[in-house]
């Protein structure tokens, strides 16, 4: 079994279906083969985590409004999520980039690893039916979807951002209080937060908790450690 295989723990059947929706349009295009890229699949891949993942969320939540629902499976399949998903199990190492496209750090971009996630998806899709397709994903997406029972309406950039970092090296962001301002009933708090002796971004709020997660949600949005890393 690969490393990826064992990661998502699925054996492949038609280890052409892999390939296939690992290999970017990049390689694809030098390589004169421009019908195999991952394109297909990701196409495909994205009905299925839709459909997924809908179903579980129209079960979980069956006293929600479609709105609510629209709401939830967004944070759930945005590119940004899917992207996150994909460091989770490391699918940026194993993706076939074209020479142009690993130059400019292609690996670690956002949409390459959200393609390449919902192709992944779309081929153990026709691998091995909607089935074990639905499994994978439930799987993979757990910790998420569970974390939706308790706070159905509400972000955790704190959260999201320690896993988007740990992705890439093993080490969680550090949060500290930088600055108070105001008077006692109406305090303001500042916090920072770093990772790699990196300072990410800094967020204020009206409680310590407030500004660590205006903070963590700062750095999302910024992502400026994948700048260091094209630097590095």
């Known amino acids: 079994m690969q490393p990826l295989e064992s990661r998502i723990n699925y054996k492949f059947r038609n280890s052409f279906l892999l390939a296939e929706a690992l290999t970017h349009p990049s390689l694809a295009y030098e390589s004169q083969k421009p019908h195999f890229d991952n394109q297909r699949l990701e196409f495909l891949g994205d ?7 809908t179903e579980k969320l129209f079960k979980m939540f069956p006293d929600f409004t479609e709105g609510r629902l629209t709401k939830l499976r967004s944070r759930v399949v945005s590119r940004r999520a ?7 199990i490391h699918l940026g190492d194993y993706v076939l980039l074209g020479k142009g496209e690993e130059a400019t750090g292609g690996r670690r971009r956002l949409s390459t690893l959200a393609d390449a996630f919902e192709a992944l998806i779309g ?18 997406f757990e910790s998420e979807i569970g974390n939706m029972v308790s706070s159905p309406e509400e972000r955790n950039p704190k959260g999201e951002l320690q896993e988007l970092l740990q992705a890439i090296q093993p080490q969680a962001p550090i949060y500290r209080i930088v600055g108070e301002s105001g008077p006692d009933h109406r305090r303001v708090f500042q916090a920072e937060v770093s990772w790699r002796k990196l300072i990410l971004a800094t967020g204020k709020g009206k409680s310590k908790k407030e500004a660590e997660a205006r903070a963590a949600a ?3 949005r910024n992502r400026i450690w994948e700048e260091e890393e094209k630097g590095e």
């Open 47 to 53: 009905a299925v985590l839709q459909l997924v993942v």
């Open 218 to 220: 700062e750095a999302l």
């Open 82 to 88: 899917l992207a996150r998903f994909a460091m989770v």
């Open 123 to 140: 081929a153990v899709y026709l691998d091995s039916g909607p089935d074990e397709a639905r499994r994978l994903v439930l799987d993979l």
